[in-house]
Antibody, heavy 116, light 110 residues
Framework: QVQLVQSGSDLKKPGASVKVSCKAS????????LSWVRQAPGQGLEWMGW????????TYAQGFTGRFVFSLDTSVSSAYLQISSLRAEDTAVYYC?????????WGQGTLVTVSS | QSALTQPASVSGSPGQSITISCTGT?????????VSWYQQHPGKAPKLIIF???KRPSGVSNRFSGSTSGNTASLTISGLQADDEADYYC??????????FGGGTKLTVL
């Protein structure tokens, strides 16, 4: 079945970097775009952007430029979200989701906690 | 891009119908048929229940239906069941070639 499996929870100190992985299975990885969505604790969903899995070209939402980088490794059907210079307000669950006109399915989410 | 506006909470009794609104602008909901809805149970990932305003993915109950009128999209759940208790989010494509979510609505089944 189509599924996205993300890397496990991570605890980082302020200023550090984190890389979240999202491995796809059950479909041809390059047939669909891959989107990223953030959900801060107790808050709603926030669209971060998407990456073209054919060209590797990323599109970032406002507020997610500079410290956020989307990348791919199509040889292992995986997408990555790297966040640098982490701040406490980056603490959130980060989801990958297939598609860019609608999002289906979603990965199980990766909790990134930023704390000293 | 501002979030779409949803009511913070709605409630209904088992068997009843409820509607959740999602208000945007002429630059998103009112201009594109790319509205989708997601159901999220506590501690779980969101699940797609409606796409392209009113289409249901395979496996989603026909108790869920979607529509739009002007700048407002709506999700209707008929025959409420206990398992429908969850958070619901709308999403729309925008003229800025980006996507925006609503703030979410907590559905309580009384």
């Amino acid at each position: 079945q189509v599924q996205l499996v993300q890397s496990g929870s991570d605890l980082k100190k302020p200023g550090a970097s984190v890389k979240v992985s999202c491995k796809a299975s059950g479909y041809t990885f390059t047939d669909y775009a891959l989107s990223w969505v953030r959900q801060a604790p107790g808050q709603g969903l926030e669209w971060m952007g998407w990456i073209n899995t054919n060209t590797g070209n990323p599109t970032y939402a406002q507020g997610f430029t500079g410290r956020f980088v989307f990348s791919l490794d199509t040889s292992v059907s995986s997408a990555y979200l790297q966040i640098s210079s982490l701040r406490a307000e980056d603490t959130a669950v980060y989801y990958c989701a297939r598609g860019r006109t609608w999002f289906d399915p979603w990965g199980q989410g990766t909790l990134v906690t930023v704390s000293s | 891009q501002s979030a779409l506006t949803q009511p913070a909470s709605v409630s209904g009794s088992p068997g009843q119908s409820i509607t959740i609104s999602c208000t945007g602008t002429s630059s998103d909901v009112g201009d594109y048929n790319y509205v989708s809805w997601y159901q999220q149970h506590p501690g779980k990932a969101p699940k797609l229940i409606i796409f392209d305003v009113s289409k249901r993915p395979s496996g989603v109950s026909n108790r869920f239906s979607g529509s739009t009128s002007g700048n407002t999209a709506s999700l209707t759940i008929s025959g409420l069941q206990a398992d429908d208790e969850a958070d619901y989010y709308c999403s729309s494509y925008t003229r800025s070639t980006t996507w925006v979510f609503g703030g979410g609505t907590k559905l309580t089944v009384l």
